[in-house]
């Protein structure tokens, strides 16, 4: 196959649970961007999150896991879990990147994780290692996850064959914001239902339900 046409998108997440909220919007994107292929990357130690307590990043790949096996297209990465020390994106995106050379890459990233992206590690590597892609997360307008500091310039009101807008980020990369349905689930919201005792049904894949309830995840009170 002549890998200077295929676009390959990298979808990194906690996933503490993995829920339909993912998974939707990852199928939006490999049917609305025609991608060759699309990886989830579970993180195995987030630098960005608050230090709660989390499930074993084993867990949070094997759900993940069992909720897209034999979607078409759509593949799950354990390279966070095989490496050592913190699980950057940058690292991720380089390895990616090596795996499939020639292939154009594509971060996914909600709205909320883009507001914060000044705070990653080496983030204005990671702005010009690849095209990035925004997802909407409830109450966060596009622009308005524009962290200050960063020079972002509209470029144009398509994203390959959606609607949106897309700009281009310091060091000539594009971000593409899409017009995507915006779906009110967060993860912390799934494991808050646990705790109370609260059905999951429609909120998440029933793989992760039934993981989630064979190994008596979330039971215990979050802090942070
Ligand atoms: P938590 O509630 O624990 O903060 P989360 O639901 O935001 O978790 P993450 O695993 O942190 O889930 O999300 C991974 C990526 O997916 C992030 O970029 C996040 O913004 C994005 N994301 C999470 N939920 C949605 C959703 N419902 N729609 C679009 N993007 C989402």
Redesign the pocket.
């Known amino acids: 196959m002549d890998g200077r046409s295929r676009r390959i998108a990298i979808?990194?997440?906690?996933?503490?649970p993995?829920?339909?909220?993912?998974l939707?919007?990852a199928v939006e994107i490999l049917e609305g961007l025609s991608l060759h292929r699309l990886f989830l990357v579970p993180?195995a130690r987030?630098p960005h999150?608050p230090s709660r307590p989390m499930a074993p990043a084993e867990d949070r790949l094997a759900m993940v896991s069992a909720a897209v096996a034999g979607i078409e297209g759509i593949s799950v990465l354990d390279l966070e879990l095989r490496r050592e020390g913190p699980s950057y994106s940058l690292l991720t995106v380089r390895e990616v990147s090596d795996g499939n050379p020639g292939a154009d890459l594509l971060f996914?990233?909600?709205?909320?994780?883009?507001a914060e992206i000044a705070a990653w590690h080496r983030y204005r590597d990671l702005l010009a290692a690849c095209d990035f892609l925004l997802?909407?997360?409830?109450g966060i307008a596009p622009g308005a996850s524009f962290p200050p500091g960063i020079r972002i310039e509209p470029e144009g009101n398509r994203c390959y064959n959606l609607p949106g807008c897309s700009y281009r980020l310091p060091g000539g990369r594009r971000l593409l914001c899409p017009v995507?349905p915006?779906?009110?689930?967060?993860?912390?919201?799934?494991?808050e239902k646990v705790r109370r005792g609260r059905s999951l049904r429609g909120l998440v894949p029933l793989e992760v339900e039934r993981y989630i309830t064979d190994h008596g995840l979330y039971r215990g009170e979050e802090s942070g």
């Open positions: 979808f990194g997440g906690t996933f503490d993995f829920h339909n909220g993912h939707r919007m993180s987030p999150k996914l990233i909600g709205a909320d994780a883009f997802l909407p997360r409830p995507l915006v779906l009110d689930i967060s993860s912390r919201s799934i494991r």
